[in-house]
Structures are given as structure tokens and as C-alpha cells.
């Protein structure tokens, strides 16, 4: 029980949402720059206005260095409910301090202001090993991110991979502000022996 309450502590530091959030700004700065002029009326249907296939998009720092990178298969704005929705999404953030992080799903919707962001399907974050803290990954099939809040939830299993241990639980809240991560049911920890 005191492992299961270390591991659950640890889970936020090694996937920091305000990274997960990050993957908001990249396609709404292009979704406004690659905007068409509205010309068409509103009908009520749920059609794309414009489509971007093998979208690659980098975002570098002052100084010149790669921080953030997304590719996608394909990105599609939606103007009745102004959404955009991304297949296979891949999200690498790279900062000079700490291990880089990617997220791989099958797809992403996000809502018209950001407000809610649904990776579904085979949805992965991968934390690099680094400063003395080994590669940790995350799977699930639903990762609901709220980043007005900090907050990334799901209620479908998850499982989170460690050097030393496999968790298994079913639904996870994480909240950046309060530092807190919480497996919700079904929670299952095992020791991986040394080698």
C-alpha cells in the first residue's frame, strides 16, 4: 500500500500536463493562419472546410533549438463548431532541462477554444529516461485533457511502465496544480525484479 501511494505520487512528475496542453497551440496557430476567407454560410452540417495531409510542424525557441514537434496524417478544421481533428498525431516536446516527452494517439479532437482535447484510440506518452530517473510510458485508449484546469483524466484502464514496476488501474486523474495523480479503481502494482 505505501508503494502504491509512492508510485501514484511520482506518476504527475513524469508526465507534466502542462506539456500534454502544449500540443493545443500548434494546429489553432495554424488553423488561424490557414483560415480561408468565410464566404460560406453555416448549413448545419459537420464538414471540414479545409484538410492538411502529413502535417509537420516545428517550433523552435530564441535560440534556435527545437522544442516542439507535431506530425499528424492529417488535420481537418470543422467550421459549424469550429473543432479540429488530427489522425495519427504525434507530439515530441523537447526542452534542454528535462528528458522529452512524446504522445502518440490515433487521433485527436480538439474543441473550438482549446477547452477540451480527446486523444483516443492507441494513445501513448513516452518519457525519456534522464537524471538518474529511467524511461516511463503510459497507454490507454482515452486521454480527456483539460487544460484551462491542468487536468488529464480517463476512465478506460491504463497502463504505466517503469523501470521497476508495471501499474495497471482503471481510470486516472491527474491535476498539474495540485501535484496529485489518482488511479481510480482496480489498482494493481507489480515489482519488476532487479537485474
Not at 491504463?158 to 491535476?175: D, Q, R
Request: aromatic share 4%; glycine share 6%; no cysteine.
Amino acid at each position: 500500500s505505501g508503494d502504491v501511494s509512492q508510485v501514484k505520487g511520482r506518476l504527475l512528475s513524469r508526465f507534466p500536463l502542462i506539456l500534454l496542453a502544449s500540443l493545443l497551440a500548434l494546429p489553432f496557430w495554424l488553423s488561424e493562419s490557414a483560415r480561408p476567407p468565410s464566404s460560406s454560410q453555416n448549413d448545419g452540417t459537420h464538414l471540414p472546410d479545409y484538410m492538411i495531409e502529413d502535417l509537420s510542424i516545428i517550433r523552435m525557441s530564441a535560440d534556435g533549438l527545437v522544442r516542439h514537434q507535431l506530425f499528424a496524417k492529417s488535420m481537418m478544421h470543422f467550421p459549424d463548431d469550429n473543432s479540429i481533428s488530427m489522425e495519427n498525431p504525434r507530439f515530441i516536446d523537447v526542452a534542454s532541462d528535462k528528458p522529452a516527452i512524446q504522445i502518440n494517439a490515433d487521433h485527436a479532437k480538439m474543441s473550438s477554444k482549446g477547452e477540451d482535447v480527446y486523444l483516443t484510440g492507441n494513445v501513448m506518452v513516452l518519457r525519456n529516461g534522464g537524471k538518474g530517473r529511467g524511461e516511463t510510458t503510459m497507454t490507454t485508449s482515452l486521454l480527456h485533457l483539460v487544460p484551462e484546469k491542468d487536468i488529464a483524466k480517463t476512465d478506460k484502464p491504463v497502463v504505466i511502465t517503469e523501470k521497476n514496476a508495471v501499474i495497471n488501474a482503471v481510470g486516472m486523474e491527474m491535476n498539474n496544480r495540485t501535484q496529485t495523480t489518482q488511479l481510480l479503481s482496480q489498482v494493481k502494482v507489480v515489482q519488476k525484479q532487479g537485474r
